[in-house]
């Protein structure tokens, strides 16, 4: 029986959409390469299960820019959905995050709604090392079969969850909507199209 869920923030709780705007355009004029040519790479690593920027500031040796934290938003049904689930579980974060996690959740007005608030940059290890979800299961005092592991990432949240035998529900919202799930070994136990359906699941 789930006894807690575990939420990602970025493209799960809040919406990259403007960062992700912002990184494209970087990357546009970085490279100098055509939108279409752009696209076509974010496709293809994304096809792969890897995070694009990354891996295009790589491949064209580009300069890596700071993540615009401050173009990030809620989702518009995030505190109530959180309000909702509260009522039945426990709930938690684990995500990879730059410093101040909790003061941004407290921005947003979220940060009573959680009781473990794990992040990759406060611990020093991130997604996908188990690392990261085990010190989340210990601080919650649950076994991986009692918590369920909610985000956008199949490589960085679902893999990495459905190993460790914890529950997983993939949300397609992001620039990952379109990422490859038939490449995993263990496919996500609930896909839904964003984060207002898991209501129907929970």
């Known amino acids: 029986m789930i006894q807690w869920l575990f939420f990602d923030l970025g493209s799960t709780l809040i919406d990259e959409t403007d960062c992700e705007k912002n ?9 100098k390469l055509t939108r279409e ?20 500031i790589k491949e064209f040796h580009l300069e890596k820019k700071e993540w615009p934290v401050h173009l990030e938003k809620l989702y518009p049904d995030v505190p109530f959905i959180l309000k909702e689930l509260k009522k039945k579980y426990q709930l938690g974060i684990i995500a990879n ?24 940059a406060e611990i020093g290890f991130a997604k996908p090392s188990f690392k990261i979800f085990e010190m989340a299961l210990s601080s919650a ?40 799930v038939d490449s995993l070994e263990h496919k996500p136990e609930i896909v839904v199209s964003s984060i207002s359906e898991i209501l129907n699941y929970l």
């Open 23 to 31: 990184r494209f355009s970087d990357l546009l004029t970085q490279s």
């Open 97 to 120: 995050q730059s410093l101040g996690t909790e003061e941004r959740l407290i921005q947003y007005g979220i940060r009573s709604f959680f009781d473990v608030i794990i992040s990759s």
């Open 37 to 56: 040519a752009l696209i076509e790479k974010y496709r293809e690593y994304i096809s792969k299960n890897q995070s694009p920027y990354k891996a295009i």
């Open 141 to 180: 005092g649950c076994l991986p079969q009692q918590a369920c592991m909610i985000g956008d990432r199949l490589d960085n949240d679902i893999e990495p969850a459905s190993q460790l035998n914890m529950h997983t529900i993939w949300v397609k919202q992001g620039i990952f909507a379109d990422a490859n």
